[in-house]
């Protein structure tokens, strides 16, 4: 079983298997999030200084930060690159 790395901007990348949620950066409940997550040491930044555009939740309770918007995030984790926005919306 291979291990498949998905890149979340600027050179840094998660093993697609662990990401349980990729979420929009702007609602004041992922904001809560992403501090409670800072308070217990499970954020990890990888937006390089840059606006938070989406949020990745990942299977052990991390918040990874990412200055890429979701919905192209989303396409990355597709072998085709093809998903769209309104399948996504329908799934959550």
């Given at each position: 079983m291979s291990v498949k790395l998905v890149n979340v901007g600027?050179?840094?990348?998660?093993?697609?298997?662990?990401?349980?949620?990729?979420?929009?950066?702007g609602a004041?409940?992922?904001?809560r999030l992403r501090d409670e997550?800072?308070?217990?040491k499970r954020l990890i930044d990888a937006t390089q200084g840059r606006r938070?555009?989406?949020v990745?939740?990942?299977?052990?309770?991390h918040v990874i930060l990412s200055a890429v918007q979701s919905e192209t995030i989303a396409q990355r984790f597709?072998?085709?690159g093809n998903i769209?926005?309104?399948?996504l919306e329908e799934s959550s």
């Open positions: 600027f050179g840094n990348s998660v093993v697609s298997r662990r990401v349980v949620a990729i979420i929009s950066a004041a409940p992922i904001k997550a800072r308070e217990e938070t555009r989406s990745l939740i990942t299977d052990s309770n597709s072998p085709e769209p926005f309104r399948e």
